[in-house]
């Protein structure tokens, strides 16, 4: 894949309510199906290899070199709490910019870049995991499964979150 995926047309990027089109970059964690916004993906990579940072948060994987920059590879599997992926072979990169920092989101595979409806958007249901409905703006029911939106200033949010009372 190694290409970038950001269409040269948008329409409402924004997940909210309401008419229009929603554009995401579809990725796979685990089977489940995840979205990013579009416009907040800068680039698409095939494997890198990445450095360990230690004494690192367990969910910063490490960082890599995108081009002559450092970028932190963050483990979404982990980030999730999902089981590890360290059996599931290499996983691809969903390079995304945010706060004018870059930041490596490893999955498993990357998918498309999907247009859905805004009428299909709903809130997280009170099932989802907790741990997604936590970085999670929503969902979009589709067809045969459920696009679980991620909120990248909230999977970004790497400081130790206290346990709810």
Known sequence: M??????????NAKDTKGGGQNEFVTVYIDGQLFGFPVLQVQDVL????????????????GSLN?????????????????????????????????????YSLLVDSV??????????????????????RDVSNGIHRLKDTLLIILDVSRLLNLLPRGEAA
């Open 111 to 132: 998918g498309e870049v999907l247009s859905v409806d805004s009428a299909t958007f709903e809130s997280n249901p009170a099932t989802l995991d907790p741990r997604w």
């Open 46 to 61: 095939a494997p890198q290899r990445i450095t360990p940072v230690p004494l690192a948060p367990p969910e910063v994987a």
């Open 2 to 11: 190694g290409q970038q995926l950001v269409p040269t047309e948008h329409r």
């Open 66 to 102: 995108l081009r002559g920059r450092i970028v932190t590879a963050i483990d979404i599997r982990k980030r999730l709490g999902m089981a590890g992926g360290e059996n599931k072979g290499p996983r691809m990169s969903v390079v995304i910019d945010h706060g004018g920092e870059l």
